[in-house]
Structures are given as structure tokens and as C-alpha cells.
């Protein structure tokens, strides 16, 4: 007579009782990721990689483009306008491609905090709205320093994140309708064309103007080359670098009455909590 399989073993090798004894732990209260994480430990477990690898690689993942694809065109559009020279680094290696995906995750991206009922003269009238500028980068109290840019024809039901998704497929379609190829496969001066049109609000969107998205695309491409790194952009504080500036200080007392011109190292937020290095890291 065949002997019963003993229940105790799985086809992996990890007894159901040492399971279940782990498992137990979870009554007691002792609920959280790192436990959880724990209880399948020699069979299952990845070989650890250094914390340094990790760190890059929490850093670097995308949190709102699902489509790999998507990120690609973002990525190109936005180093058209800000393209690597002579002076520095270009938009992909500032990060600022990962830093508007953060802010398309955040309350900004949602229009979480702002009001999103009607009127939206997205309509007949959406010409003359377009047209408008109230020189909303030439406001407020730091207006003398800002980086000029179009004011934003923001008007519409639809949020900053699907404004974003929206244009940049309508990035692809008008690319392939043109040139029949990809956007990110298109020679420079060809991408250029392609962003013009949308800069120009002559490129084919739902829901919104193109040149509503254009802005808001040019807004945050500034953006994230000088935001502080903290947010995901500006990597390795390079965008401070190229205007020589030294980023956020807690005081100044300790080199106001210095007669010689000083040169400071940049630092960031992170500096602050005492785990970045001179580059951002």
C-alpha cells in the first residue's frame, strides 16, 4: 500500500508548518511590509544588490507612465526643448523626463486642490480664450527672476495628467501622420516641426488646445531642470551648476562681511539631512 504524501512539503521545498508558524506572527499583530517580505526567505528570495543600486533604482522608476512608449516621447519632446550643449547636460540626463512623471502622480497632476466644475469655453469661443495672455509669468514677487515662459491656457474638465497622456500620444499620431515614424525616431529639426505645431495650437488634441498642452509641457520642462533635486529633476544639481547657483541656504551670516568674492558648492534640500553628496547623491 502506497504511503500518503506528507502534507508537510511543498513542491517549492517550504514546509507548510514553518510556513504557518511564520504565518502566525501575523496574528500577533506584527503586520508590515519587511515581515511579510521575510517569510519566504532561501527558495524565493533575489540576491541582495548594493544599497547604493537599489537607491538608483527606486529613484529612477516611473510612477505615472505605464507605457514604456509614452515615456520614450516625453522624454525626446522635452530634450527638444532642452537640449544638451556645449554649456551642460540636456533634459534626459537632468532626470527632468522622471521628475514631470512625479508631479503628474501628485495633488498637481490630479488638480487635487483646485476647482474642476464648469464653465470650460473649450468651444466656439476657445479661440479668442487660446489667444489670451494675462503675462502670469511676469506676476508676483519673484517675477523679476523667473524663467519666461507662455502663460498656460489652463481651461478644462480634464486634469494635468490626462492632458499630459492626451498630448503626448497626439505627440505620436501627428508624427506618423507627417513623417510615418515615431516621434523619438525623428531627426531633430523633424521633432522641432512636430512641436511647433503644437506650440502653435495646430496639431489635433481632444479635450483641449494643443498649445495648452505645449505649455504646460514647456512649463515643467523648465521646471524640472531647476527645481531642486529632491523632486526627481535637476540631477546632480547640473541645472544649478550651469547658472552658478548654489541652491537653498540656511544662512549667509557666516560669509556676508567676507570682502572676496565667494564660490559655494551647490547644495540641495537632501544636503540638509545629511545624506547627499556634492552631486546629489
Do not use: C
Not at 517549492?12 to 517569510?39: C, D, E, H, P, Q
Not at 537607491?55 to 529612477?60: A, C, F, M, R
Amino acid at each position: 500500500m502506497t504511503e500518503p504524501q506528507q502534507p508537510e512539503t511543498t513542491q517549492k521545498g517550504i514546509s507548510r508548518r514553518n510556513f504557518m508558524k511564520n504565518t502566525g506572527f501575523l496574528a500577533g499583530g506584527l503586520v508590515g511590509g519587511s515581515l511579510f517580505g521575510g517569510l519566504l526567505t532561501n527558495q524565493l528570495q533575489k540576491p541582495e544588490t548594493g544599497i547604493k543600486n537599489a537607491t538608483h533604482i527606486v529613484t529612477e522608476a516611473r510612477t505615472f507612465f505605464s507605457r514604456g512608449e509614452d515615456f520614450d516621447i516625453l522624454s525626446a519632446a522635452t530634450e527638444r526643448i532642452f537640449p544638451k550643449d556645449d554649456l551642460g547636460p540636456g533634459a534626459i540626463e537632468l532626470g527632468i523626463p522622471y521628475f514631470i512623471d512625479r508631479q503628474l502622480t501628485s495633488e498637481w497632476g490630479t488638480n487635487a486642490k483646485e476647482y474642476m466644475h464648469g464653465p470650460f469655453p473649450q468651444t466656439a469661443a476657445v479661440e479668442n480664450y487660446e489667444n489670451k495672455d494675462r503675462d502670469q509669468n511676469k506676476q508676483g514677487p519673484n517675477a523679476d527672476t523667473q524663467v519666461p515662459a507662455p502663460t498656460p491656457r489652463y481651461q478644462t474638465k480634464m486634469t494635468r495628467a490626462e492632458i499630459f497622456t492626451e498630448g503626448i500620444r497626439a505627440i505620436e499620431q501627428t508624427s506618423q501622420e507627417k513623417f510615418k515614424t515615431k516621434f523619438k525616431d525623428l531627426e531633430p529639426d523633424q521633432q522641432d516641426e512636430i512641436l511647433q505645431l503644437f506650440d502653435e495650437g495646430k496639431a489635433k488634441m481632444n479635450g483641449v488646445n494643443s498649445n495648452t498642452f505645449f505649455n504646460l509641457l514647456l512649463q515643467t520642462t523648465i521646471e524640472g531642470a531647476y527645481a531642486d533635486p529632491v523632486y526627481g529633476g535637476n540631477r546632480n544639481m547640473d541645472g544649478w551648476r550651469m547658472k552658478e547657483y548654489p541652491g537653498p541656504r540656511m544662512s549667509y551670516t557666516a560669509d556676508i562681511d567676507k570682502d572676496e568674492f565667494i564660490v559655494m558648492k551647490p547644495e540641495s534640500l537632501r544636503s540638509y539631512q545629511g545624506n547627499e553628496d556634492e552631486h546629489g547623491h
